[in-house]
């Protein structure tokens, strides 16, 4: 009895201790299954609960025009994906999702029915759209953020600017040339997370590198300019039921490009709704005669060679030149003419017989050097050289017809960068579309300076050139209709039948119409060329280029501050009273000048009238006003009773009497 | 009996201060996840400002619904 008892205890406390013990080894070995095996799973699988990388959309920098507003934006836009494998209801979520995408129900079907564990439904949705898909809480649809591209001025510069793909990857224009600089890498954005999927920032939560990602380009292009060229363009098209048209603006200092222009237009928005060649920037990529828009380079050739004077005639046959096997007509028969006046009429047989004079050497001297043939090398896609052959293969009848415009193909951007070299004094620059490169601080990394290519003609000879294509502007002129009014332009018509490529030679109702030139002469802010492609009806550059070429100067060049005659300028200064007395005594001795001239107009005594009255008396004289001050007149000058003249400037500073 | 007390002092106020700390990084990610929708947001409207800006919009308020029209040269005066 004895000895079972003590066995009884001995056993119960042998057997709580085998318990225990095996307790223990049952811990112990699952800590070192735990912690030893299967360690390196564990810790992964913790890490990928307990830290989220959000991966953030690389952004895509902006483009600007050159006052800083926005052509190209990028958005933070959601996309649809499905887990087909996770969708529990799949007519449920089809009936859902359809109506809120607008899209076809048996694709939505085909969509979601997909083996794979991702696929699209709809990509790139609006905010709306968005918000509805995450209130039905569907399961196995989720939103991912993608970048969509903006343009918020739709057709505007579309050309210049371009496109991108749904990948983001620029396709056109800008958007292209620049694609690398403008787009971001992804970065990932790292965080903890909680037992419930709660955020939880510990420690460093952006990417700590701090470099930049993306960069911002800002464009020479203006919009205010941009916008006029594109309206009046677009109305002349129109207005002439022509089959296009382009137009170019070039500061002609710097060779910035101000406004760049391919009609028809196309909205970047919706680019695959067009067809695609009218996405093409035609302006730069597509070669044409320029017909007589090309005297002007004949002519500047032809003087700076000292082979022909402005003042040198030349016998016109009236209208009907024989060359070889080809005959030359002019659409005005003409005698004898002198240069100037060739260039004034647009005489082609007049143009040819200088050419001849000149020669086909130094004229394929004076092509190249005004860089036809060769790229302008502007940053942009697609550029096109146009088509200048060799002087070796000339016929014998080409440095006639190359004279005015002929056998020769070039693109508009040439011939506005040609026209420059003209306007500037000689020097041909190399287009600028691009103005600086930012970075996403929208601090400055590279600024694009003014490159002069090459010296093409002298100062004198640039202003002699301008001094001709200012005739024919003037009466009698091909270009009359391309005065603005108070300005004084200087520039050239032309009129070139096209190339019919099936058939060879010329098409026989087919022209380009076209009109170049610069304005204020003396100044030249602006180059503008204008080129309306098949026009109906008429097809001369002078009746349907030129108003336009009119219209938008107009327009742009109060913008450029070149303002025309008989502005009234107000200056709002009142440190004016030393520059006041030097014109004073300079206008007494112009006085004496002018008297001797008859039914010109006094100026009145405006002495202590009220500057509305003042001005309401000088109004309308063609005086260029400026004033300073306020309250009552005080000074003026020219003094009341000198003679004064359209053109004349005029200042009057006002003082209050307190 | 002090050296007891200002031990588990300390050990409350190491507490307090991880969940401190844990709070705040709560609210740091809850800061920065309504930054960057304020940030889609301010890129949104700026977008809307830039649609509403365009010349062919502005142009088409001004002449059809302000009857306002484009000054003539001598109606002009600059100010310098």
Known sequence: MKKKSINWLKLRMFIIACVLFLGFILVGARMFQLQVLQKEELYKLASQQ?????????????????????????????????????????????????????????????????????????????????????????????????????????????????????????LEGIEFQYDTSLNGKGEVWNMNRDALGRGIAMDEPLPSKQEEHYRNVVLTIDKQVQYVVETELGRAVQKWGAKGGMAIAMEPSTGKILAIVTYPF??????????SGVWRNRAISDAFEPGSLFKVFLAAAAID??????????????????????????????????????????????????????????????????????????????????IVHHPRYWSPVAVDTISFGQGISVTGIQLVTALSAIANGGSLMKP?????????????????????????????????????????????????????????VAGKTGTAQKVDSQLGGYAEDRYVSGFMGFA???????????????PQGTNYGGVVAAPVFKAIMENVLPYLHAHPKGTVIVKNETDLSMELEQVGTRSFVEDLQVRKGTGREMMPDLAGLPMRVALSQIEGKGLIIKVSGTGRLVEQAPRAGAIIEKGDLCYLKFQSPS | MLPLLFFILSALFFVWSRIQVIQLGYEI???????????????????????????????????EELGMSKPKPDQVVVIR
């Open chain 1, 266 to 275: 196309f909205n970047p928005n919706q680019f695959l709704q067009y067809r």
């Open chain 1, 432 to 488: 600028l579309i691009v103005e600086r490169v930012t970075n996403e601080k929208g601090e400055t990394l590279q600024v694009s300076q003014a490159e002069m290519v090459r010296k093409v003609v002298s100062q004198g000879v640039a202003r002699q050139v301008a001094a001709l294509l200012k005739g024919t502007t003037e009466k009698g002129g091909t270009g009359e209709g391309a005065i603005p009014a108070g300005y004084e």
């Open chain 1, 305 to 386: 060679e000292q082979m022909v004077k402005p003042s040198d005639a030349f016998y016109c046959e009236n209208g009907s030149y024989k060359v070889y096997d080809r005959t030359v007509h002019d659409v005005h028969k003409h005698g004898w003419l002198t240069f100037r006046q060739i260039i004034k009429v647009s005489s082609n047989i007049g143009a040819s017989k200088v050419g001849e004079k000149l020669g086909k050497d130094r004229l394929f001297k004076y092509v190249t050097a005004f860089g036809f043939g060769e790229k302008t090398k502007i940053s942009l896609p697609g550029e096109s050289r146009g």
């Open chain 1, 50 to 170: 307990q830290h989220v990388q959000i991966p953030l959309v690389p952004k895509r920098g902006t483009i600007y025009d050159r006052q800083g507003n926005e052509l190209a934006v990028s958005i933070e836009v959601d996309s649809v994906y499905a887990d087909p494998r996770k969708i529990k209801d799949l007519g449920k979520t089809v009936s859902g999702l359809t109506p809120i995408l607008q899209m076809d129900r048996e694709e939505v079907k085909r969509r979601l029915k997909s083996g794979s564990s991702f696929e699209w439904v709809q990509r790139k949705i609006s905010l709306r759209e968005s918000e509805q898909i995450k209130a039905l809480r569907l399961p196995g649809i989720y939103l991912m953020k993608e970048n969509k591209r903006f343009y918020p001025n739709a057709q505007m510069a579309a050309h210049v600017v371009g496109f991108v793909g749904l990948d983001s990857r620029g």
């Open chain 1, 520 to 534: 204020p002469v003396q100044d030249p802010r602006m180059v503008l060329l204008v080129v309306i492609d098949e």
């Open chain 2, 29 to 63: 990610s809850k800061a920065l996840k309504e930054g960057r929708s304020l940030a889609a947001m301010n890129k949104r409207l700026t977008i809307e400002v830039a649609t509403l800006k365009s010349y062919g919009r502005i142009e088409k308020v001004a002449v």
